[in-house]
């Protein structure tokens, strides 16, 4: 068993062919860039952290990813989504980040948290590949203009009558 396969074992959520639609669609959604030599959401030490960190989500994640390809083979003359050419998976792909979807919304983000905490991303994007804290990150003292998008977007909570 190779290293990439050990990686999606089966003691991760999902079956075979649901983690094959899924990592095609997170390839659609980050792909790799040669520009910045960073790797795709479809890596998979990237692949793997999405499973666990959507383990919590699994039923949403199954109807999803069974819905997505449920779509592709009507409208792919019966080919699956992970059967797609790069072309048809990314059009698929523009398509459904128009829609409201709960699910969609859940893997986007899923794929970014994970995404953006792989070292090779950060050190891709110019960043030391670290936690933000304790080190923290230096912000030049005394410009409070940081703080204008905070205060232009009004209140978030509603005076409480006591």
Known sequence: MSDE?????SDLPLSDPQRE???ALIGSIIPPSTDYDAPGADDPLIFRD??????????????????????????HDGAGFAALSD???????EHLS????PFLRTLVS???QCYYRDDRVMQALGMEPRPPFPKGFTIE?????LLDPVRLRGKLYRDVDG
């Open 5 to 9: 396969e050990s990686l999606l074992a």
């Open 21 to 23: 639609i899924l990592q």
């Open 50 to 75: 999405i499973l666990v960190t959507a383990g919590s989500y699994i039923d949403m994640f199954e109807a999803g990813l069974e819905d997505i390809d449920q779509q592709a083979k009507r409208n």
């Open 87 to 93: 072309t048809d998976r990314h059009a698929m792909a």
């Open 98 to 101: 128009r829609t409201l979807n």
């Open 110 to 112: 899923i794929t970014a």
């Open 141 to 145: 003292e005394g410009d409070w203009t």
